[in-house]
């Protein structure tokens, strides 16, 4: 059975430094792969997403991604944070042959402080 | 473009009553609709997927006569939750797709049930 894992459920970040989340799928192939930030009020935003190509993948808000199949993770990195990316940030999966139903990971909270 | 909005944001409901909760997609046509519920502090569940004119097809676990899913036009899929409980106090969130196209849903800002 295919599962998402976000190892870190909260993360504690100041605001300029680095940031890098987590995540590792497991599937019997390459899935397509993506992240979404959920603010209160505010629907699942995607941020990017990975199906096939070059496996650095480059989203919004200066966010990227890089898929490495020999670790089945595709863990999420943000060189400088700002206080705006405080939010909850979630990694999901969907097969190729089932793109609609995403899968979740638990998701990571990413607190910013000053 | 791709705004998807749910109605209402939040609801109170006492227990036995029912609920319905709107989703719509504003500026584009979804063949496909999902329902989620997130429970706090846990992630998203996909609870089913509804075609338009066509019957939702529901994932293991979830009752198909509790959380009635219709999805009659290109722009609008409904959850009723039916005689609710307690224990159906949740956030649930719909998505949209568009058609033939295999990648992104677009998330609607969810709807917050309690039940009391």
């Known amino acids: 059975a295919q599962s998402v894992t976000q190892p870190d459920i909260h993360i504690t970040v100041s605001e300029g430094a680095s940031l890098e989340l987590r995540c590792n799928y497991s599937y019997g192939a390459t899935p397509y792969l993506f992240w979404y930030v959920q603010s209160p009020g505010q629907g699942l935003q995607l941020l990017l997403k990975y199906f096939s190509g070059d496996t650095l993948v480059q989203g919004i808000k200066g966010f990227e991604a890089e898929f490495k199949r020999s670790q089945s993770s595709f863990n999420l990195r943000k060189p400088s944070v700002h206080w705006s990316d405080a939010a909850e940030y979630f990694c999901a999966v969907a097969g190729t042959d089932s793109w609609g139903k995403l899968q979740f990971g638990a998701g990571t909270q990413v607190v910013v402080t000053p | 473009g791709a705004v998807v909005s749910q109605h209402p944001s939040r609801v109170i409901c006492k227990s036995g009553t029912s609920v319905k909760i709107e989703c719509r997609s504003l500026d584009f046509q979804a063949t496909t609709m999902f329902w989620y519920r997130q429970f706090p502090k846990q992630s998203l569940m996909l609870m089913a997927t509804?075609?338009?004119?066509?019957?939702?097809?529901?994932e293991q676990g979830v009752e198909k006569d509790k959380f009635l899913i219709n999805h009659a036009s290109l722009t609008l899929s409904t959850l009723t939750v039916t005689s609710a409980h307690p224990e159906d106090s949740s956030f649930y969130i719909c998505?949209?797709?568009?058609?033939?196209?295999?990648?992104?849903?677009?998330f609607g800002p969810g709807t917050r049930l309690t039940v009391l």
């Open positions: 509804s075609n338009e004119g066509s019957k939702a097809t529901y």
């Open positions: 998505s949209a797709g568009r058609g033939g196209q295999a990648d992104t849903q677009y």
